[in-house]
């Protein structure tokens, strides 16, 4: 004999379950595509220690808030968006690469560093939690200056953590560099000993630049707005391949050196409206370097 | 090939069959949960009951409330064979254990869908076997009842005893631990 009641209270559970399940498969759908925090801190991270100064910009994993996380320092202010006027502006410190934020009101958000993102959760935000996840935003900063006794002047470009940056005199000396950023360490090298190691300390940075042989200098540079940065040019003067380079200054100062073959020379004057500059009765094209560009072959 | 008839032993051969399948069953369930729960990338975030204060002691108190009728059940379900045992008694026993594992469905959502199958200590590692075999247990005992004729005595005490323990456990490992640990509100 089969009795009916037991399969119907299993029929019974099943539904409830498949309803359930098909509920939060809807309503947490946006949270799938996201990684979990807590799942992304039990894998080994690359790195979980915070940049000295960044941006990191993402959202909740069910895309209702958005996330702004400014790091300066230990010091960490966040914003958190879900629309409506809904907006809390939020203040706490870094230890190592875990976040911890609160605000007046309630709010607060904790997170952890994994490699070039953070997950975390806010909490208390609108009655809820929700976990997000943020990316760091790559910000493009120029930094521009001379030798202490104006020997060189130098323009270094920074993009996330890379760096690229042209040394010159205007006449004889120059020399491009590559390198990277690492918190506030910078450190550039080129060819035939050429080198630029410094720190960064608010808007300055400060070190020492090596254009070659015997040619060591301290130097100081700033935070500068355009037109200053580097700006390059290869291009063939009769029939000669010429590499030119500029450091351009904030205030529209430029210095460049010329290099075809063993041969240098001051490099034309750049139109900074437009780039172009005239050699030989020619007019040519330059274009500003970015931190992430190759400037120096391997 | 006729077989041997085993004149000894006729009560083996007439419930082998529902048995097998039943218990292969409640095997099923529990390991097709456990895979889930494992495989499956937890969302840590799901719909929650609404009215506590977090979806935490949601949970718990859906727990609790589970297993107050399992305890109703394990008090009827001790006298429901006896000859003594009044109508209304099986009544209770069958809507009680209903209830019971409605009230759980909700919980277990949430567990295996926002938190997964975890690891990380001995008592969240027991809460997890647990409720897989809970569910197990559940699946065994019902496709059990459907061929209650075909079942030997003992399989509905030791079914039953199996859903209870592992429930009452279930809601140790969970609800009891965050009474304990954050204090009891709602």
Partial sequence: MTRQGPLITLGSVLLLTVVFLLANTQAAKPGSTVAAPTAAASAVPPATTAPLHALYAGRSSGDQVTVAIAVNGRKVAADLNAGQASEVSLQGSVNGGKFTLTSQNGPGLTGSISGQDMFGTVTGFLGQSFPFSAAQAVVQAVYTGRSSGNQVTLAVDTQGDEAAAYICNGKTIEAWLQGSVHGNQVSLTGNKGASLTGSLSGLDMFGTVTAGAGLSFPFSAELSPRPAGVYQARIAVNGLATRIGWAVLPDGTQVGVAVAGTTKYPAPSLDLSNNSFTLDGSSFTAAPVAGRDTVVSP | ?186
């Fill in chain 2, 1 to 186: 090939m006729t077989s041997e008839p085993v004149a000894a032993y006729p009560a083996r051969d007439q419930y082998a069959r529902p048995l097998l399948v039943a218990l292969l069953s409640g095997c099923g369930v529990a390991l097709l949960l456990g895979l889930y729960a494992k495989l499956h990338h937890p969302t840590k975030y799901a719909l929650d009951v609404g009215g506590f204060s977090s979806p935490l002691y949601a949970k718990a108190w859906l727990t609790t409330a589970a297993a107050v009728f399992a305890i109703v059940q394990l008090i009827t379900g001790a006298r429901i064979t006896r000859q003594a045992a009044p109508a209304w008694m099986a009544t209770v026993h069958r809507w009680s254990g209903r209830i019971a594992i409605l009230l759980t469905v909700p919980v277990i959502i949430h567990c295996i869908y926002a938190l997964g199958f975890g690891t990380y200590s001995a008592r969240v590692i027991a809460h997890s076997v647990l409720g897989c075999i809970f569910y197990g247990a559940f699946v065994t005992k019902m496709l059990c009842l459907v061929r209650r004729d075909a079942m030997p005595k003992w399989v509905f005490p030791v079914m039953g005893g199996v859903v209870f323990v592992s429930l009452i456990a279930l809601w140790a490992t969970s609800a009891l631990w965050l009474f304990a640990t954050k204090g009891v509100h709602s």
